[in-house]
């Protein structure tokens, strides 16, 4: 790629963003940022206790992401958010308009079998369907790739990385 991007590792609970995100890091040779990390303590407890988050717990978490990207326009970065609707991809861009996204996609069960085996987390299974009710997929003019779950974890972050090069094209 020319210019390192800042790419959101995107998708619903349990695709594995905080495993990917890392080591598309390593492939692109820029740091990464774990989105969970940019949460405030009650987002954690609320979530902790199955209760989805509302956008008003969302837009702090987000513009908290937003900066750390704008902070890495022109260097690259990879972070993870979960960026499930368009309005929340619209605010990470507003701070960081260069961004992409990689959004991880997957069959529904694949997705709470490796939740269920997760040690750990925050996040409970409970909230997946809320999740899936959530999300609004990248449309086409968002700058971003859908990329599949299936697989070993390199396996899916070389398919991560192959996409991102197709958008230098």
């Known amino acids: 790629m020319s210019t390192p991007h800042v790419v959101v590792v995107m998708g619903v609970a349990g695709t594995g963003k905080t495993t990917i995100g890392p080591l598309l890091a390593a492939q692109l040779g820029v740091p990464y940022a774990e989105g969970d990390d940019f949460h405030p303590p009650a987002n954690i407890a609320k979530m902790s206790a199955g209760t989805p988050l509302t956008d008003d717990d969302r837009w702090p978490w987000l513009d908290a992401i937003g900066a750390w990207a704008h902070g890495r326009a022109g260097l690259g970065g990879v972070v993870s958010s979960s960026a499930l609707k368009r309005s929340y991809r619209d605010r990470l861009r507003a701070a960081a308009p260069g961004v992409v996204f990689v959004h991880l996609t997957g069959d529904r069960a694949l997705i709470e079998d490796r939740m269920s085996h997760r040690q750990g987390h925050f996040m ?11 999300l609004q997929p990248l449309g086409a003019d968002e700058a971003g790739v859908a990329v599949d779950v299936t697989g070993s974890p390199e396996e899916i972050s ?11 094209q």
């Open 124 to 134: 409970p299974t409970a909230l997946l369907d809320s999740q899936f009710a959530t």
């Open 158 to 168: 070389e398919r991560a990385f192959q996409a991102l090069g197709s958008l230098d």
